[in-house]
């Protein structure tokens, strides 16, 4: 596929969401990071404050992160978790530049739990998940969570390098309870929720009545959820975390994704929930950038729909 195709696909994509938002420089994403995570001073007469009104402390923050089983993390590199394992690469900070934005919105709607899924298999979702909640995870105080939510091909345990591990699939069998199944990734504010052992009807145990209170919990646990989701078509799982939601991010490829599929996966997203798209594998730019969210212009960063 041609980069004017590909082009094409995300202008599609564009269409469907409103208010579209734009990285012009590496300069204006600096300074978005550093006045979303401005925070007043910490004063004796705040703690007291927060203390009285049952708000936990920075510590306490933290020390809720520990309540999970510690794994270390040894990212193989042909994951290209460059979020990880590449942190001063430019598609790790393409990623930060991402994670701006989503606390721009966040300031502007509800917005917590981030579905990323893509129209069919193979076009990178569980990659670009791992790298997004990782930025989000390395923002001052911001515990976050990468849930895996394809029960049918899971791959994130694999993608992090971190072998077999129960997860969503026992806790929604009821053979945990929960906290036995996230795991905290040492050295940083992210926590794993992988799929689990496989079963046989994933969508019959999703649709089951444990799925909305687990999400319920998670959101008291987490100041982020980023949803590995399965392929919008053709399977039905996909809407189900749409539904959990409170956005939706789709990944497109270049070279992969078709334009009849792209709007046909877009006729089942919900439009207001659509954040907007990104381009993966892009030929545009140099080959040192792994991911652009519009490649047409290096030095101008990328359009990311609302």
């Given at each position: ?113 981030v579905l990323i899924t893509s129209t069919v298999p193979q076009e990178g979702k569980s990659t670009v998940a791992a790298n997004l909640a990782s930025a989000l995870a390395r923002r001052a105080q911001q515990k976050t969570l990468l849930l895996e939510g394809d029960l049918r091909r899971a ?152």
């Amino acid at each position: 596929m041609e980069l004017s195709a590909a082009t094409e696909l995300l202008q599609i994509a564009e269409e469907a969401a409103a208010e579209p938002v734009r990285i012009t420089s590496c300069e204006e994403a600096v300074e978005l990071e550093a006045a979303v995570a401005a925070k007043p001073p910490v004063t004796a007469a705040t703690i007291a404050h927060d203390a009285l009104v049952g708000i936990p402390t920075g510590d306490a923050e933290e020390d809720q992160l520990y309540q999970f089983q510690s794994l270390h993390v040894s990212v193989p590199p042909q994951s290209r978790v460059v979020s990880l394992t590449e942190r001063e690469s430019l598609g790790a900070e393409k990623f930060r530049f991402l994670a701006v934005r989503l606390q721009q919105l966040r300031q502007r709607r509800p917005l917590k739990k981030v579905l990323i899924t893509s129209t069919v298999p193979q076009e990178g979702k569980s990659t670009v998940a791992a790298n997004l909640a990782s930025a989000l995870a390395r923002r001052a105080q911001q515990k976050t969570l990468l849930l895996e939510g394809d029960l049918r091909r899971a791959s994130l345990a694999q993608l992090l390098g971190l072998g077999k591990l129960s997860g969503i699939s026992e806790w929604l069998k009821g053979d945990s309870d929960g906290r036995t199944s996230i795991y905290h990734l040492e050295g940083s504010g992210l926590c794993i929720l992988p799929a689990g052992n496989a079963v046989d009807n994933p969508l019959e145990l999703m649709q089951s009545a444990r799925l909305p209170p687990l999400m319920e919990q998670l959101t008291t646990w987490f100041d982020w959820i980023v949803i590995d989701s399965p392929p919008v078509l053709p399977l039905a799982d996909t809407s189900i975390w749409m539904r959990l939601a409170d956005g939706i991010l789709l990944v497109t490829r270049q070279g992969a994704t078709e334009k009849q599929q792209l709007k046909k996966g877009l006729e089942v997203i919900e439009s207001s929930k659509l954040l907007g798209a990104l381009l993966n594998s892009s030929r545009g730019v140099a080959n040192g950038d792994y991911y652009k969210y519009y490649s047409a212009r290096q030095s101008s960063g990328a359009a990311v729909a609302r």
